[in-house]
T-cell receptor, first 115, second 114 residues
Framework: GAVVSQHPSRVICKSGTSVKIECRSLDFQATTMFWYRQFPKQSLMLMATSNEGSKATYEQGVEKDKFLINHASLTLSTLTVTSAHPEDSSFYIC???????????FGSGTRLTVV | SQQGEEDPQALSIQEGENATMNCSYKTSINNLQWYRQNSGRGLVHLILIRSNEREKHSGRLRVTLDTSKKSSSLLITASRAADTASYFCATDDRSGGSNYKLTFGKGTLLTVNP
């Protein structure tokens, strides 16, 4: 149990376009989901905390207008990278927690390449 | 910002040997977790240790936590080639906010040679 599905796994887009990444909790409800970014051979950096029915909480230095987060239901959060640029190319991963004192469950990640 | 700092950054061992990875952190925590990541994939939760626990086992994994030193270690016994992956510690705390969130260390790249 406790599966988080993330789509797409890979996406290539042109500079200036927008890309939407979906994160779904398949067998549990997630009022909170988390979005991370990971550069090659580096650790995960938390970008924002997505809250169902309310505004996301962004970490310092993360542009909220560039990385739009929507958490419209208890099982779905989306991250939209707007007006993408090559420097936005990265590995984006979402996660959610199935319950208290349990580990977080992560999606399989999305490799974004902006050309 | 990075909370945990793993040591070593990279570790190469032979199959059958034990692998020990260490993690240090800076703030008070609710719990500490270890995750595994195969190259280009998502993270898999390995083990969670609460702030009032000192040691925990799960199969070939053994985790210790020393809150006085703000450090943790992950021991993998009788390693296998399939254990090759990056291992991250992560602290679970509120960090001044209202929600709990994970803050990751830099990770240890473990290579187990057949």
């Amino acid at each position: 149990g406790a599966v988080v599905s993330q789509h797409p796994s890979r996406v290539i887009c042109k500079s200036g376009t927008s890309v939407k990444i979906e994160c779904r909790s398949l067998d549990f409800q997630a009022t909170t989901m988390f979005w991370y970014r990971q550069f090659p051979k580096q650790s995960l950096m938390l970008m924002a905390t997505s809250n169902e029915g309310s505004k996301a909480t962004y970490e310092q230095g993360v542009e909220k207008d560039k990385f739009l987060i929507n958490h419209a239901s208890l099982t779905l959060s989306t991250l939209t990278v707007t007006s993408a640029h090559p420097e936005d190319s990265s590995f984006y991963i979402c996660s959610a927690r199935p319950g208290p004192l349990r580990g977080y469950t992560f999606g399989s990640g999305t490799r974004l390449t902006v050309v | 910002s990075q909370q945990g700092e793993e040591d070593p950054q990279a570790l190469s061992i032979q199959e059958g040997e034990n692998a020990t990875m260490n993690c240090s952190y800076k703030t008070s925590i609710n719990n500490l977790q270890w995750y595994r990541q195969n190259s280009g994939r998502g993270l898999v939760h390995l083990i969670l240790i609460r702030s009032n626990e000192r040691e925990k086992h799960s199969g070939r994994l053994r985790v210790t936590l020393d809150t006085s030193k703000k450090s943790s270690s992950l021991l993998i016994t009788a390693s296998r080639a399939a254990d090759t992956a990056s291992y991250f510690c992560a602290t679970d705390d509120r960090s001044g906010g209202s929600n709990y969130k994970l803050t990751f260390g830099k990770g240890t790249l473990l290579t187990v040679n057949p």
